[in-house]
């Protein structure tokens, strides 16, 4: 072992935080097991045994997108046969069947229609929660956001708070990509810039939404970019504490321009594990680690469990990114299998809500409550 790895050990021993060199260290010198023992040392000491899941659903209420990020394989131009718009009722039937099923979160993501005015999107949250409150929607990415102020050219604080009445509840994290110009200009020229995104998150947490933050890695960039991305990260989490759950998104590059171009091949899993427990490493002020099982496959999920993860994210029904792009994950998993998923792992499955209240079930109705853990 180096030296440089035994300094790296005792800060993360003492609970100090790491530089961007460590991190840069970690990328190209650390071996996998050293990574996973010292995720996971941060991951018990923050979650202690404990994996979290929700009952949750994705809506998607179009695909068609005025951007063309290289990585998408689910956008649609204005008049292509894949292209669609949900109506109010398509919307309407999948929230009444997420709120009978029990879920307890919708997540809204979709694509930047040429034409559907602001007040379309602000309808969607609108009668979802009209007609199921008990549901909390966590709607949008920074880069919807960022649209609906090109679209009314008002600002995106006004914006957030607007919705916020009709019922939003958090942000997704979706829309960070690679922050760092870059690789930013190569893959998502036109949306939403770093600035913007980090502004948004911002005005969210101020107004006391809670958000998320991902980071899609496994194409063009380089480990000095997954580096500078964290650290930013971090440092807005330092200022707002707004942030709740990481989530690491592994490039699936099958029908998109950039893996074309690039000839590029999915991340591997030796990759993924090092990305999970590199994450869990630099990002000391994050309380939660997301192993999105949909993206990284059932199997690597559960192995991520012990690579510094200490979520699962939910049942997720009707998903369309990914499975679009390749995924051959199940499109849903029930309550039974996700937590047999996190036994096998040797952990202790508890429901979460989105804002990481403990569900507890009975009858057939549920009630959020303190969550269990020793989240620091
Ligand atoms: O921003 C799109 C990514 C994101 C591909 O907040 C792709 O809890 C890989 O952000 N290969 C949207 N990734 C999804 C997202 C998310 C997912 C799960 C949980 C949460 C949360 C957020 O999906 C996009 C983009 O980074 N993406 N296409 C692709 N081919
Ligand atoms: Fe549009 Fe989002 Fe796909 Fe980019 S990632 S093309 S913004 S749907």
């Not at 990328?27 to 018990?44: K, S, W």
């Not at 999915?266 to 427990?277: G, I, Q, W």
């Not at 990114?321 to 040797?346: F, M």
Request: charged content about 25%; proline content about 4%.
């Amino acid at each position: 072992m180096t030296t440089s790895m035994t300094a790296i050990r005792e800060k993360i021993e003492n609970g100090q935080r790491l530089s961007f060199e460590d991190g840069m260290f970690l990328e190209e010198q650390a071996d996998l097991f050293t990574l996973g023992e010292l995720a996971n040392l941060v991951r018990e000491r923050k979650n202690g045994q404990f994996t979290y899941y929700n009952v949750n659903t994705h809506l998607n209420p179009t695909n068609v997108c005025v951007y063309r990020c290289t990585f998408c394989a689910f956008r649609a131009d204005l008049k292509s046969p894949k292209g669609y718009v949900m109506s109010d009722e398509q919307i309407l039937e999948r929230a009444a069947e997420a709120d009978a099923r029990g879920a307890t979160e919708m997540h809204i993501v979709g694509g930047l229609h040429h034409q559907l005015p602001y007040e379309w999107y602000l309808n969607v949250v609108r009668i979802i929660h009209e007609h199921h409150p008990r549901l909390h929607l966590k709607a949008y990415t920074a880069v919807e956001w960022d649209w609906f102020h090109r679209l009314t050219g008002r600002s995106t604080r006004d914006l957030l708070a607007e919705f916020k009445e009709a019922g939003l509840g958090s942000l997704p994290g979706g829309g960070a990509e690679i922050f760092h110009p870059e690789i930013r200009d190569q893959i998502c020229e036109h949306k939403a810039d770093t600035e913007a995104w980090f502004r948004i998150h911002r005005e969210a947490h101020q107004l006391g939404l809670r958000s998320n933050a991902t980071m899609l890695y496994g194409h063009i960039e380089k480990p000095m970019h997954r580096i500078d991305h964290l650290v930013r990260l971090r440092e807005l989490q330092d200022e707002t504490g707004g942030f709740q759950t990481f989530i690491p998104l592994a490039f699936h590059p099958d029908n998109t321009k950039l893996a074309a171009e690039h000839k590029l091949q999915k991340p591997s899993v030796l990759m993924d594990l090092r990305t999970m427990a590199i994450s869990r490493l630099m990002l000391d002020n994050f309380p939660h680690i997301k192993a999105y099982w949909v993206m990284l496959g059932i199997k690597t999920a559960q192995l991520a469990q012990h690579y510094g993860a200490d979520d699962l994210d939910g049942t997720v029904v009707h998903e369309k990114i990914y499975h679009d792009a390749g995924s051959d994950s199940p499109q849903e998993l029930t309550v039974a299998e996700i937590r047999r998923i996190i036994e096998e792992t040797g952990r202790i499955p508890v429901e979460r809500d989105t804002l990481y209240r403990e569900v507890k079930r009975v009858d057939g109705e549920w009630i959020a409550g303190p969550l269990v853990g020793a989240v620091a």
